[in-house]
């Protein structure tokens, strides 16, 4: 755990240069704008501990799987996004000496993440050979008002001398993954181009063959005028391309460089239409200049956080949290473009290789329907739709038939890119959460136009898989499910994993529930489904009988459900009895020990209980907590939020607190040792969920809004910003009452624990808790 950001409300704050954390930083600094994203790397060249990162969403390449021993059904590559053209680049050489924050003093450092406004700045003073002191403050932002378009300002003033100043304004394209996993290079140079707008390079990704165009035009100005430059040059190399400039500034004279970049690929442009489209976006954003760039900016993240924002009075590191982790979602995933996911590290790091999780349809999508426009949401579920024939594939793979369909674990295109046959094969849950993911967004918009549309389709492809996974059990006389890995990765191939178990049964019923609501709706587009896949009415009756006979592991002494058949066989203790040496467990124990311990790494029957809560009696979702959570290392970032909005529902106010303490700060004090590799992006909206769901108590119920707020003895209120089918509602809990505005002009009615209330568009109303 470290504590070297400052608490503040809207900003992370990193003050003095401490080498040691550069890469915790990088990962903690990183922008973005949903499109593209990158690392905090320096601006000027740094030979020290870095992991330089600047990703393009979508952009991918299939690194050729590397595996120990092969087994049928595994895929050949792992797709990743991959390292793209570093456009940053900005090395300073001052009267010849190459600036460099590794080989020189650095006094007054001081980084700044601007989370209200969206910008990243830094600013130091760097004391070079016999004393020379020169004074840098850098700010770059990646637009979100056009998300092809990225800026810096980077001022340089000799402090105590006067300096000749060489800059070379680079855009590189030589660039390699850190995580290649046969040290292979992924890109390769179509061409570069030098015109009056800028220079440009194109590259081009081996196999998958996306092209990315990058623009850059710099310019230099003392004191508004741009700079007299003593020379002026073009560098041209293989997948590298720089303008070199060289300006005489006197000691106390500050120099500007502006670096205004575009960033266009070939998924939204023809290759061969790239340089000119990039030189176009790139003039225009010339001449609206610097300053306008970064007022739309502030524009656009004034917007996203009017809908979005939650303030915590009372308590600056929550606040400091929180705020964080809506800024770095709505960094990694704007919901634009339906071709376009959520990884669990977003664009901070090369962990998780970028690609879409079972997190987006667990986590994510609650915190996108809330505070995004609905078509962010759909595009979500869209994405899967689009992928549905590879997963019919991808399931025919591994023997299933019939249009069955199993998602990937983990993907880019559709295309399953792990390869470990526990996960891989074994960690079919996730089919269930696609699922749920079309339930959850319907119940919360209303918009059942998707069915028809999309979402039944997948709904079958998905209720067919589960129908053909099951199998009969002649010794139970019941399906049981076998073989399977459930969320609580910590044990694998085991028999009747309880979530499981119950998440395929409400597939098959909700499969049948969205063909009959269609049926009514929509006849003739059910008939076109039916006829397309050729859905039997036989299969609908073995799906009814799957799910009225559905195998259920369950401990009659202790009344609880069982995570798996054999889960009660282990030993069984407690994490309290666990030394504090011998934690985390999967970096302290051989995998072996493990897997054979009781220890749960996160949420596997509380996920269950979580998603389908209106399923249990509240004194047996006690018995369930109560029973695993003491079990539970919590060592996956999603798991603490899962148990704090569990123990909010069951009034524990203190340890839902307590797990939303875990979230919240996660990356900010690099609780797990690890943010330097990126940041947990998924289960930042976990995070959010925990406040929303969890201590306001927001569901749908009666198809309403429903709160059961809380207000955590720690802070002085809270208020969250929520959008909810046309409306924008602002919530302020606090001590003993709650205050529900109504941002818009239309009016709703809300639950508030048992009572109705309406609201009027423009109406505050107060209610005593
Ligand atoms: C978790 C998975 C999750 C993945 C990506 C793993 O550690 O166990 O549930 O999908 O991380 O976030």
Redesign the pocket.
């Known amino acids: 755990m470290k504590n070297y950001i400052q608490a503040d409300p809207w900003n992370i704050i990193e003050e003095g240069f401490d080498p040691k954390l550069n890469k915790i930083s990088e990962s903690l600094f990183s922008i973005g704008n949903g499109k593209m994203g990158q690392r905090a790397n320096f601006e000027e060249h740094y030979s020290g501990e870095t992991l330089q990162g600047s990703y393009v969403a979508g952009i991918y390449f299939p690194d050729k799987t590397r595996v120990g021993w092969w087994k049928n059904g595994y895929p050949p590559t792992f797709d990743k996004v991959i390292n793209s053209t570093n456009w940053i680049g900005i090395d300073i050489y001052i009267n010849g000496q190459l600036l460099d924050l590794a080989t020189c003093e650095v006094k007054d450092f001081k980084r700044v993440l601007n989370m209200q406004e969206g910008y990243l700045q830094r600013s130091f003073v760097a004391v070079l050979a016999e004393g020379s002191e020169v004074k840098v403050e850098a700010l770059r932002f990646c637009s979100i008002a056009d998300d092809e378009i990225g800026a810096i300002k980077y001022q340089i003033t000799p402090l105590n001398f006067d300096a000749e100043l060489k800059i070379v304004s680079k855009a590189d394209g030589d660039i390699v993954n850190e995580d290649s996993n046969y040290d292979f290079k992924f890109w390769e140079e179509v061409g570069d181009k030098f015109s009056d707008k800028g220079i440009f390079l194109q590259t081009k990704t081996l196999k998958t063959g996306f092209e990315l165009c990058v623009g850059a035009n710099t310019k230099i100005y003392i004191a508004d005028q741009e700079a007299e430059l003593l020379n002026h040059q073009l560098v041209q190399e293989i997948k590298f391309c720089a303008e070199e400039f060289q300006v005489a500034a006197q000691a106390g004279t500050e120099l500007t460089i502006i670096k205004i970049v575009s960033v266009q690929s070939s998924l939204n442009y023809p290759s061969n239409e790239l340089f000119d489209s990039c030189e176009h976006k790139l003039s225009s954003a010339v001449e609206l200049g610097f300053d306008k760039l970064l007022e739309d900016q502030k524009n656009a993240w004034a917007r996203k956080w009017d809908q979005s924002d939650i303030q915590i009075d009372g308590d600056v590191k929550a606040q400091q949290g929180i705020r964080f982790n809506i800024f770095q979602l709505f960094q990694t995933y704007t919901g634009t473009d339906s071709r376009l996911n959520i990884g669990?590290k977003g664009f901070t790091g090369e962990k998780?290789a970028g690609a879409t999780?079972?997190?987006t349809e667990a986590y994510c999508i609650p915190f996108y329907l809330s505070t995004a426009e609905q078509e962010v949401g759909r595009n979500l579920l869209v994405y899967r739709y689009n992928h549905l024939q590879k997963a019919i594939e991808n399931a025919e793979m591994l023997g299933f038939r019939n249009g069955a369909a199993l998602f990937p674990m983990v993907t880019m295109d559709g295309t399953e890119s792990h390869n470990e046959w526990e996960i891989t094969f074994e960690e079919i849950h996730r089919n269930g959460a696609i699922a749920y993911a079309i339930y959850n967004y319907i119940n919360y918009t209303q918009d059942w136009d998707y069915l028809p549309q999309y979402g039944l389709e997948v709904l079958i492809g998905i209720a067919r898989f589960w129908a053909q996974r099951v199998n009969w059990s002649g010794e139970r006389e019941k399906y049981v499910i076998l073989g399977v890995t459930g969320?609580n990765?910590y044990e694998n191939n085991v028999n009747n994993n309880w979530y499981t178990n119950y998440l395929a049964v409400w597939c098959l019923k909700y499969a049948q529930e969205a063909i009959e609501f269609v049926k009514d709706s929509n006849q003739s587009r059910l008939d076109d489904i039916i006829n397309n896949l050729d859905l039997e009415t036989e299969e609908l009756e073995l799906w009814k009988e799957i799910a009225e006979n559905m195998y259920y592991p369950y401990h009659e002494k202790l009344k609880i459900y069982l995570q798996q058949d054999g889960y009660m066989d282990k030993e069984q203790w407690l994490v309290k009895d666990l030394p504090a040496s011998e934690r985390p467990l999967n970096q302290k124990w051989s995998w072996d020990r493990i897997l054979r311990s009781c220890f749960i790494?996160?949420a596997d029957v509380l996920q269950g209980m979580y998603f389908f809560e209106d399923d249990f009696e509240l004194d047996e979702i006690r018995r369930n907590f109560d029973f695993y959570e003491p079990r539970t290392v919590h060592e996956?970032s999603?798991s603490p939020c899962l148990h704090s909005i569990i123990a909010a529902k069951l009034n524990d106010e203190a340890r839902a607190y307590e797990f939303y303490l875990r979230t919240a700060r996660l990356d900010l004090d690099d609780y797990n040792n690890d943010t330097e590799d990126g940041l947990h992006i998924?289960s930042m909206a976990g995070t959010w969920m925990s406040i929303v769901q969890g201590f306001a108590g927001m569901r749908i119920k009666e198809n309403k809004l429903f709160f059961n707020p809380f207000l955590p003895e720690q802070w002085d209120s809270f208020t969250f910003r929520i959008g909810f089918r046309g409306v924008i509602l602002s919530i302020k809990i606090n001590k003993g009452f709650m205050e529900i505005e109504n941002k818009s002009d239309k009016g709703i009615e809300v639950m508030v624990k048992a009572e109705d209330f309406g609201i009027e568009g423009g109406e505050k109303v107060r209610i005593e808790l």
């Open positions: 669990p998780y999780y079972w997190d969320p990765e790494k996160q996956s999603l998924t």
